[in-house]
Structure formats: C-alpha cells, structure tokens
C-alpha cells in the first residue's frame, strides 16, 4: 500500500475513534463558507466535520468494525464525528440542512448500528438528556404531590368538625 493511501486511511481511522457515532453526509453543494458555518454549528457539540475519501473511508470502516455503509459510498463524502452528544449533533445538522439546503444526510452509525437519514431525523426531535431529566423528575414529583394531596384530603375527612 502506497504511503498517501496509508496516511488516509489512518486519518480516517483517527476521526472514527473520536466518538461513538458517525454521520456520513454529501456536501456537493457546500461553499466554503457553509462549511465554515457548518463547523462553527457542530463547535459546542465539539463535533467536527471532515472531507474523506469514499475509499479511504471503506477500508477504515472495515478495520473499525463498523457495519457496512457501501450503499451510501457514492458521490462525495464527508463525515461528522466527535463530542459525547450525538442527538445534539443531529440536532444541529438537521437545522442547517433545513436552512441552507445544501448538505444531505446519507446515513449514520450510532454504536455500531446502521441508521438511516429518516431515524437520524427522529433522534434529532428528542429533547437534550437534559430535558428529558427534568421532564423524569417532573413527572415524579408531580405524582409524588397528588398522592400526599390524597391523603391530605383523607384526613380531612375523618376529622370532626370542631
């Protein structure tokens, strides 16, 4: 294998240890200063966004043990990997695939499971953990006060009129 190919490959393989997940995207469309922005998006997500070799990204999917993504290996490619919060990630992209309309989700692999564009979508909809643990403790509480406004009421009620 020729050096360049090999260099490739091992950036590819660096950008795939980075996080859990991985979203494959055609950027055909991108302008330099979309991908600016797009970078500037993915930054407190601590994502990032990187052009990478439809070929290159093959051979380091395969040694990374990632399912196989073939189908979504056409045209161009670039993949958004990194931070710890990939619905916020998925967030960020979908709104800018929204607003600019020029970059398209193909497919992502999220623990080492295939997720196509539409599921992607979908986790993109979820509140932040954040949200989703205030609406929990929420909940808890809010069960946890009509139980003692039922015994308050009890109470009320066995006691003699004074």
């Given amino acids: 294998m020729r050096a360049e190919k090999k260099y490739l490959i091992e950036e590819v393989t660096g950008h795939l240890k980075k996080s859990d997940y991985v979203i494959l995207t055609n950027f ?6 979309d991908t600016a922005e797009l970078r500037k998006r993915l930054a407190p997500e601590s994502a990032e966004f990187h052009v990478v070799k ?43 695939v929204q607003e600019k309309q020029k970059l398209e989700v193909k497919v992502g692999v999220l623990d080492k499971k295939l997720m196509s564009a539409a599921e ?30 039922v015994l308050n009421e009890k109470v009320k009620k066995e006691q003699p009129a004074a």
């Fill in 120 to 149: 992607l979508s979908v986790l993109a909809d979820l509140p932040s953990f954040d949200g989703l643990r205030s609406m929990f403790l929420g909940m808890l509480t809010m069960q946890g006060a009509a139980f003692v406004r």
């Fill in 54 to 96: 439809n070929s290159s990204f093959r051979v380091a999917a395969k040694a990374f043990g990632l399912p196989d993504v073939e189908g979504a290996l056409l045209g161009q490619t670039a993949v958004v990997v990194g931070g710890t919060n990939p619905a916020g990630v998925a967030k960020a992209l979908k709104k800018f």
């Fill in 28 to 33: 055909t469309n991108l302008t330099v200063a």
